[in-house]
């Protein structure tokens, strides 16, 4: 736990049934962390301590929150770091994302910064608080927040109230 006016920003996992069948057990889990030291983003639930980074400020360049807005609708949030470069990728469930996948899916930023983000699932980002953690540790970095990328809608993707179609119409 931090100090009431620390500048060190944390955001925990929202703890899960699913974490007693891990090896996590019922602890609260870190899903990110910035400090002094640098920035931790946490692995998933069942890969936690296998995709657990922890990148220090010297090494990172910004520090990207963005989001994608599916056919659904439904915005998908995301975390990422923009590394210097020459520094290794850290660990995590994007390491071997191609560039081809990572332009398709996020066309609107680097190869770099989708390869090496988390997906904001059972957790939030206090945006103010993470700014105030970038700003008192590492000044130079960067805090980006990009605007919403909107996937394309494909032929027939999406069935609206005013699209004319239904359910039914394609049940034999």
Known sequence: MTAPHSPVYEAYYTRTPFQLLTS?????????????SGVTL????????????????????AVVVWARQTRTEKSEWY???KLRPGVPAPPGPNRKLTQQFASGFAPHLE?????NC?????WKVDRARLAVAVQAFAPEV??????????PQGPGSNLGNDSGGSIFDILP
């Open 142 to 151: 960067r805090l980006l927040f990009p605007p919403v990328y909107q996937v």
């Open 111 to 115: 190869y770099e910064v989708v390869r």
């Open 79 to 81: 975390i990422s770091l």
């Open 42 to 61: 946490g692995g998933a639930a069942l890969r936690y301590r296998r995709f657990l980074a922890v990148v220090p400020w010297r090494d990172i360049e």
């Open 24 to 36: 996590a057990g019922w602890k609260r889990l870190v899903a990110c962390r910035a400090d002094e």
């Open 118 to 122: 988390r997906r904001i699932i059972l």
